[in-house]
């Protein structure tokens, strides 16, 4: 059966990747992915050398009928979790192709990991809409009770962070900046806390993040 492999890869750290995903993109004929570039870095590390296809949120249905195992792997982390992927893998499945997840590192997970929190449950918002919606995802943030997780800019963390001070300000947060990689670190505090931080920090602006709200409530 012609097998279309989805797999994560790293966040950062280019250690990250399972055995499995390294036995798996050295075996395919081709490897799909968001960024030629990109991916051609992370292959040279792994001292591999495989025909790359661009594959990103705007292709066109590529076609993969020429191949029998493809794998696909977005910039960083687990296709589908804020990424492309989920196109391909319809057209795949309307072909008749097995679709076989070689999971991996995601930032949502690694953050979740080290929150010290023990979430039965949460919700993950992606990355919230620059303009509408935007006020009201982050009072629905507020208004919960359940943990909620959002991949931020570094252009817009110091604002999410005002604005769900005005909401919410006793809850707490926990952001997961660069994760993996040198300047990894882990924020905690108030929303208002966090956004001083940030704003008397501006190096700190920098990067990537992922943060965590949850109820500053140590019953729930
Ligand atoms: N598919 C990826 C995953 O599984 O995590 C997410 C892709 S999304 C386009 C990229 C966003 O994920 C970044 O803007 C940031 O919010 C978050 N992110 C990715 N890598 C990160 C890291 N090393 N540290 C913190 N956040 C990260």
Same mark, same amino acid.
């Not at 195992?69 to 097995?98: C, F, N």
């Not at 997970?109 to 303009?131: C, N, V």
């Given at each position: 059966m012609p097998t279309l492999y989805i797999v994560g890869t790293p966040i950062g750290n280019l250690e990250d990747i399972s055995l499995r995903a390294l036995r798996i993109l050295g075996e395919v004929d081709v490897i799909f992915c968001e960024d030629t570039r990109v991916t051609a870095k992370l292959l040279k590390h792994l001292k591999l050398n495989k025909p790359l296809k661009q594959f990103h949120k705007h292709s066109n249905v590529p076609n993969i009928l020429n191949y029998y &195992?493809?794998?696909?792997? &977005?910039?960083? +982390?687990? @296709?589908? /979790? &804020?990424? @492309?992927?989920?196109?391909? /893998? *319809?057209?795949? %499945? #309307?072909? +008749?192709?097995?679709?076989?997840?070689?999971?991996? @590192?995601?930032?949502? =997970? $690694?953050?979740?990991? /080290?929150? +010290?929190? #023990?979430?039965?449950?949460? =919700?993950?918002? +992606?990355?919230?809409?620059?303009? *509408?919606?935007? #006020?009201?995802? /982050? *009072?629905?943030?507020?208004?919960?009770? %359940? $943990?909620m997780i959002v991949y931020e800019s570094p252009h817009r963390i110091i604002k999410f962070l005002e604005k769900l001070a005005e909401f919410a300000p006793d809850k707490k947060v926990i952001i997961g900046r660069e994760l993996t990689k040198k300047f990894e670190e882990v924020l905690v505090g108030t929303p208002s806390e966090l956004a001083k931080f940030l704003q008397a920090n501006p190096i700190k602006q920098k990067g990537e993040f992922v943060v965590l709200i949850y109820n500053n409530d140590p019953s729930k």
């Open positions: &195992s493809i794998a696909y792997v &977005s910039d960083a +982390g687990t @296709p589908g /979790i &804020s990424d @492309p992927g989920a196109m391909l /893998i *319809k057209y795949a %499945r #309307e072909q +008749g192709w097995d679709v076989v997840s070689v999971p991996g @590192p995601s930032a949502l =997970t $690694a953050l979740i990991s /080290i929150s +010290g929190l #023990e979430l039965h449950e949460f =919700t993950f918002l +992606g990355f919230l809409p620059h303009k *509408k919606g935007r #006020e009201t995802l /982050i *009072k629905e943030i507020a208004q919960s009770d %359940r $943990a």
